[in-house]
């Protein structure tokens, strides 16, 4: 790869953030990403939020308190009539968000949608034709695109650094299933910490389980929802069930493998059974090389890295 002597890669430079912003930020939905992310963010920014709006009068009620909010409503309709309120986060789930985002656009407000941004293409292409016929600003708050990473990866592309790249799954739309049920169809089960590599959700008023597994070696946390009655405890009711592996980056050159296993069955949310699930996965599994250096990924033998 060549480059110029002194250019400085885009990602690496420091971006200030604005810390005059006059402009008073609304929130139409009060709900676990506004709480523990939005919020303690734009506070710590000393940005102006001026309100909130929820249909749930509880959720409303807690957001107003805990952030001391001047103003806040179970009709966002109420939201969009103050004149204070120049910017509105929308973050309500996009089968809601539509007829939102048109009339909060003809009320002149600009717009930051939670992502994802749609379900429909045709839903994306009204919010976006609504925001260009208002004159209003539309974004989309897909955060990862500004981690350095993912700044890294972009530069590197545009220097030619690693040619044009090609994957064929890159072609199919991945979705993650939480935004495909409407009000999340299962209460996850589980303990604040966990003693093995295992974690599981059981469906509402049925037997069926889902069952998440790993290697000891390899998980490095598992993550999933379990009870608080916290409500500043944003992790307890993130509707997730994740395995961490590794604990670390990995260096050049440097290949891992691991198998994990996933398992849906009537279980009837009995532990036992569950444990029974794992004893026997580790017993097929536990011999598995490690670590393997190699050039060539397609060397690795049997799991892909």
Same mark, same amino acid.
């Given at each position: 790869m060549s480059?110029?002597?002194?250019?400085?890669?885009?990602?690496?430079?420091?971006?200030?953030?604005?810390?005059?912003c006059p402009l008073g930020i609304g929130f139409i939905g009060a709900g676990n990403v506004?709480?523990?992310?939005?919020?303690?963010?734009?506070?710590?920014?000393?940005?102006?939020?001026?309100?909130?709006? =929820? !249909?749930?009068?509880?959720?409303? &009620? %807690?957001?107003?308190?805990?952030?001391? *909010?001047?103003?806040?409503?179970?009709?966002?309709?109420?939201?969009?009539?103050?004149?204070?309120?120049?910017?509105?986060?929308?973050?309500i789930p996009p089968e =809601? !968000?539509?007829?939102?985002?048109? &009339? %909060?656009?003809?009320?002149?407000?600009? *717009?930051?949608?939670?992502?994802?941004?749609a379900h429909r293409y045709a839903e994306a292409v009204a919010m976006v034709q609504a925001a260009e016929e208002a004159g209003v600003k539309l974004a989309v708050n897909q955060n990862r695109r500004w981690m350095a990473p993912h700044w890294a990866a972009r530069w590197l592309l545009a220097q030619g650094a690693i040619g044009t790249p090609c994957d064929e799954a890159a072609a199919h739309c991945l979705t993650d299933g939480r935004w495909q049920r409407g009000r999340h169809f299962t209460r996850f089960l589980g303990a604040r910490y966990c003693a093995l590599p295992l974690g599981f959700?059981?469906?509402?008023?049925?037997?069926?389980?889902?069952?998440?597994?790993?290697?000891?070696?390899?998980?490095?946390a598992v993550s999933m929802a379990y009870a608080t009655a916290d409500p500043s405890?944003?992790?307890?009711?993130?509707?997730?069930?994740?395995?961490?592996?590794?604990?670390?980056?990995?260096?050049?050159g440097e290949r891992w493998q691991t198998v994990v296993r996933l398992v849906v069955g009537p279980f009837g949310q009995d532990p036992e059974q569950h444990r029974a699930l794992y004893t026997a996965f580790l017993q097929a599994y536990q011999n598995l090389p490690a670590v393997l250096e190699v050039d060539d990924p397609q060397q690795l033998p049997g799991l892909r890295p």
């Amino acid at each position: 790869m060549s480059q110029p002597v002194g250019v400085i890669p885009p990602f690496m430079v420091p971006v200030p953030l604005p810390r005059d912003c006059p402009l008073g930020i609304g929130f139409i939905g009060a709900g676990n990403v506004v709480n523990s992310a939005h919020l303690p963010q734009y506070r710590k920014a000393g940005y102006r939020v001026v309100g909130c709006a =929820d !249909r749930r009068p509880e959720a409303v &009620e %807690a957001t107003q308190r805990r952030w001391d *909010l001047p103003f806040a409503t179970t009709d966002y309709r109420r939201l969009l009539e103050r004149p204070e309120v120049a910017v509105v986060v929308v973050a309500i789930p996009p089968e =809601d !968000r539509l007829t939102v985002v048109r &009339e %909060a656009a003809a009320a002149g407000k600009h *717009l930051l949608l939670e992502k994802p941004f749609a379900h429909r293409y045709a839903e994306a292409v009204a919010m976006v034709q609504a925001a260009e016929e208002a004159g209003v600003k539309l974004a989309v708050n897909q955060n990862r695109r500004w981690m350095a990473p993912h700044w890294a990866a972009r530069w590197l592309l545009a220097q030619g650094a690693i040619g044009t790249p090609c994957d064929e799954a890159a072609a199919h739309c991945l979705t993650d299933g939480r935004w495909q049920r409407g009000r999340h169809f299962t209460r996850f089960l589980g303990a604040r910490y966990c003693a093995l590599p295992l974690g599981f959700y059981g469906q509402v008023g049925g037997p069926v389980d889902i069952v998440v597994m790993g290697l000891p070696r390899d998980v490095f946390a598992v993550s999933m929802a379990y009870a608080t009655a916290d409500p500043s405890d944003s992790v307890g009711q993130h509707n997730s069930l994740y395995l961490s592996l590794f604990g670390r980056d990995l260096h050049p050159g440097e290949r891992w493998q691991t198998v994990v296993r996933l398992v849906v069955g009537p279980f009837g949310q009995d532990p036992e059974q569950h444990r029974a699930l794992y004893t026997a996965f580790l017993q097929a599994y536990q011999n598995l090389p490690a670590v393997l250096e190699v050039d060539d990924p397609q060397q690795l033998p049997g799991l892909r890295p």
